[in-house]
Structure formats: structure tokens, C-alpha cells
Nanobody
Framework: QVHLMESGGGSVQAGGSLRLSCSTS????????MAWFRQAPGQGRDWVAS???????YYADSVKGRFTASKDDYKKTLYLQMNTLKSEDTATYYCARCRVFGQRSGSCNNTDGWGQGTQVTVSS
């Protein structure tokens, strides 16, 4: 059974940085594609970034150049380094395993393992 737990959120000022972590159990990270999503208040859940099983990364245009996703297969952990944060990055951030993954676009579907998320608040 897949269990994911996000951590590392907090409140920062615009321009600041945060590093999110997603600890996993029940996932063989070396063969798993993973993704980060976020949900702002009153809005739907949006894809943020993906990491393929081989470590190739993909990003939404809104975070490209500012966020860096990575994974440590040995530690069974997924990361999201967020720099130059903006107020529009305020959301609850979630990680998920992608059971169906698009190698060309980094699309992540048929997800599982959703955790409770970690809140990121950016004040301007």
C-alpha cells in the first residue's frame, strides 16, 4: 500500500524560498514516476512538476525556472525546491505517484498515495 507524506511548507515573504519533502512508503522510487500538485483556496488541483523514474523533470510554465523537483531513491523521498516565491504560489502542495506517466510531457495520471498536503503561504 502506498503512503505519501508531505512536509516543509510554511509562511514566507515574496522572493523567499522553501523546500518541500514527500516521504514515501510502499513505493519503489527507482521505478516510480512522481509528481507535485497544488491547490489554492477555492480552485482545482493543478499539476506543478513531475519526476520520471529515471530522474527527468518536467514543470508547469508558471514555475519553470523557479522550482526544482528531484528525488532520492535511497531515502525514498521526493523534493520540491521553490525559489523566488510569489503570492500566486500560495496553495496546499501534494505529492502523488503517477501510475500512468507521459514521457514526452511529464503528464501524471492514475495517481495514488495522496497525502494530506503541506500549506505554503507567500505574502507580498
Amino acid at each position: 500500500q502506498v503512503h505519501l507524506m508531505e512536509s516543509g511548507g510554511g509562511s514566507v515573504q515574496a522572493g523567499g524560498s522553501l523546500r518541500l519533502s514527500c516521504s514515501t512508503s510502499g513505493v519503489i522510487m527507482s521505478i516510480a514516476s512522481m509528481a507535485w500538485f497544488r491547490q489554492a483556496p477555492g480552485q482545482g488541483r493543478d499539476w506543478v512538476a513531475s519526476v520520471s523514474a529515471s530522474g527527468v523533470t518536467y514543470y508547469a510554465d508558471s514555475v519553470k525556472g523557479r522550482f526544482t523537483a528531484s528525488k532520492d531513491d535511497y531515502k525514498k523521498t521526493l523534493y520540491l525546491q521553490m525559489n523566488t516565491l510569489k503570492s500566486e504560489d500560495t496553495a496546499t502542495y501534494y505529492c502523488a505517484r503517477c501510475r500512468v506517466f507521459g514521457q514526452r510531457s511529464g503528464s501524471c495520471n492514475n495517481t495514488d498515495g495522496w497525502g494530506q498536503g503541506t500549506q505554503v503561504t507567500v505574502s507580498s
